[in-house]
């Protein structure tokens, strides 16, 4: 997915390879939001796969501009519409979801 943000177009896409959400400038990644994937246990209240997320960060040069948010966003839709619920141990992540209770039914 593209984006435009100061006048630049970033893009942003999974890595599932890699585990990882990415934003990109002219094919150089800038940012990433790193997760882990699990099978719900016994002891969980979520059932199927629960992703985790565990790092977000952009290149302090790249900062000021929302694209942490835009990359978070994307990650969490993209989970969504995958059927996953979700986790996080980022701080990031973590406020974003508190500002943005559209996202509430798919926490794990």
Known sequence: MDIE????TFTIAEDAAAH??????DGKVIGVADYVDRETGPDDTAEGTVRTFTHTVVEPEWGG?????HLVRY???????AGLKFRTTCSY????????????????
Do not use: C, I, P, Y
Not at 20 to 25: E, G, P
Not at 98 to 108: P, S, W
């Open 5 to 8: 943000s100061s006048g630049e």
């Open 20 to 25: 990882r959400f990415t934003v990109s400038h």
């Open 65 to 69: 501009r929302g694209l942490a948010g």
């Open 75 to 81: 990650a969490l839709e993209t989970s969504a519409e």
């Open 93 to 108: 992540v973590h406020n974003f979801l508190q500002k943005n209770t559209e996202f509430d039914k798919h926490v794990a």
